[in-house]
């Protein structure tokens, strides 16, 4: 078992348990577990209600689609990645992030 700690759009933290690959990606994860209302273009990386931010922990992986272009739009927010475009990976394993959901800097 792994743990992910996210802390939500209400300020609160949680330390979720996962088993890697269970869900499509870890923004499915977030929206079903925690129940946050992310994931307008589900999954396709052109809305970013899904933006996160990585508060603690290490991990990296491939920006791929349009994420990066996505992220660009947001540059001075550091360690962002769209959750949608993440996969509930071993990688993930005690690493801390912030749900920032996109919307709230428009
Ligand atoms: S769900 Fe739209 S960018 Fe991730």
Same mark, same amino acid.
């Given at each position: 078992m792994y743990t992910i700690h996210i802390e939500d759009s209400n300020g609160v933290m949680h330390n979720l348990n996962f088993?890697?690959? /269970? /869900?499509?990606? %870890?923004?499915?994860? =977030?929206?079903? /577990? %925690?129940? !946050?209302? =992310?994931?307008?273009c589900r999954g396709r990386a052109w809305c970013g209600t899904c933006m996160i931010q990585l508060m603690d922990g290490d991990y990296t992986s !491939?920006?791929?689609?349009?994420?990066? %272009? =996505?992220?660009n739009q947001f540059p001075d927010i550091p360690n962002t990645r769209l959750a949608c475009q993440v996969f509930l990976s071993v990688g993930l394993h005690n690493t801390t992030w912030k749900v920032l959901d996109s919307r709230q800097f428009i």
């Open positions: 088993e890697p690959n /269970t /869900t499509q990606n %870890l923004m499915v994860f =977030i929206a079903d /577990t %925690l129940a !946050e209302e =992310i994931g307008d !491939e920006k791929i689609g349009d994420e990066q %272009l =996505i992220l």
